[in-house]
């Protein structure tokens, strides 16, 4: 039997996480300055700086190559605790991979290259991917592309750019989602999804209700994802006419406070300038244990936040509800003979349930 000392344990517990998986053949890409994705599994989410690592879909999480390696690369074993540990153990220490505190992650000011935007200033294929595959409204995407957040780089891919709430002149990250599958070469999710490096921490894809002019939204939704706030503001259309008004919709690109605090204090600092308090903040983040643990931990501190929460009987996020509505939408208009389509009675249920319980509210 292997036997460790203590040395050699603290040793491995402190191994560089990015360096080991790389030695191991576990594939990862870069998505951020500080951060790392799976590329197999795209809910792993690697943070150098601290040398820990997230698995979302399990909410399993650690520091150090020891418990990446016990947690995550052996996961799928039919070891017990002891023999992943032993096993851990060995692996981690033979691969030689050096301290994750000597990680060196390079700190640079986003600067944005505006020559990667389609020279014609096109959507077409960010138009078909999010109307036909996301459900995305047609107005929806025309106003986000009108007013600068979105747009289409030269390969095709849809940009969420983050302007500066404070100075909308200014891009301060860009979330890059792909338009064409390739499990091959994305695994799983089949599609890159990624943000740009030196993207500024703290800040998000964001837009403000349509007719604002030039004031700022006294209200707040937070989401996991731009697709996610995009799809909840379409669907708010549902019960308003031209959607939610008066509110500023933000995507955290995951769960970070980070973001979470710095919207809600420079929003708060700009309603002050213009005599105006903040009204109402709402978490429209994912219905899992991810995402609720998160919202828990929001509502502790602020209890007035409310969770703007999917339905678990239509999907886990705000872009699965649309979803579900659009074929609704579908199955009304299709013939009452067709098998595929949802009963009247059941669609109007569901409609209904839509408008009034998913927190479409003004």
């Not at 594939?27 to 300055?33: A, F, I, K, V």
């Not at 640079?108 to 995305?136: A, C, M, P, T």
């Not at 569901?350 to 509210?361: K, P």
Request: glycine share 8%.
């Amino acid at each position: 039997m292997l036997a460790f000392t203590k040395a050699q344990i603290k040793a491995a517990n402190s191994a560089s996480i990015v360096e080991y998986a790389k030695s191991a053949g576990i594939d990862l890409r870069q998505t951020g300055s500080d951060e790392f994705k799976g590329v197999e599994h795209d809910s792993l989410v690697i943070t150098p700086s601290k040398n820990s690592f997230y698995w979302n879909s399990r909410q399993v999480h650690g520091k150090g190559a020891l418990s990446f390696s016990t947690l995550y690369e052996l996961s799928g074993s039919n070891l017990n605790e002891k023999e992943k540990f032993l096993r851990a153990m060995d692996k981690v220490l033979t691969s030689g991979v050096g301290d994750g505190k000597v990680y060196q992650v390079q700190k640079e000011s986003f600067r944005f290259d505006k020559n990667q935007i389609d020279s014609g200033n096109k959507i077409n294929r960010v138009w078909g991917y999010l109307h036909n595959q996301r459900g995305i409204s047609s107005q929806t995407i025309d106003q986000l592309h009108r007013d600068k957040v979105l747009a289409q780089d030269k390969l095709g891919n849809a940009l969420f750019l983050w302007l500066d709430p404070q100075d909308r002149r200014q891009v301060k990250g860009v979330s890059k989602q792909g338009t064409k599958i390739d499990h091959q070469k994305y695994g799983r999710r089949g599609t890159l999804k990624m943000i740009e490096k030196n993207s500024t921490k703290g800040y998000g894809f964001s837009f403000d209700s349509p007719g604002m002019n030039g004031k700022t939204p006294e209200n707040i939704r937070f989401f996991e994802s731009p697709i996610d706030a995009i799809s909840f503001f379409d669907l708010s259309k549902v019960k308003v006419k031209g959607g939610m008004k008066n509110t500023r919709f933000v995507s955290m690109d995951g769960l970070k406070k980070k973001v979470f605090d710095s919207y809600i204090t420079q929003t708060v600092t700009q309603l002050q300038k213009e005599g105006r308090t903040l009204k109402t903040v709402g978490l429209g983040v994912d219905n899992d244990e991810a995402g609720k643990r998160f919202v828990k931990d929001i509502q502790s501190k602020f209890s007035k936040v409310k969770y703007c929460k999917p339905s678990e009987k239509l999907g886990k996020d705000w872009n699965d509800i649309l979803k579900a509505f659009r074929k609704m939408q579908q199955g009304k208009q299709k013939s009452k003979h067709t098998t595929r389509t949802l009963p009247g009675q059941e669609f109007e249920k569901r409609s209904a349930y839509l408008r009034r319980d998913q927190g479409l509210e003004r």
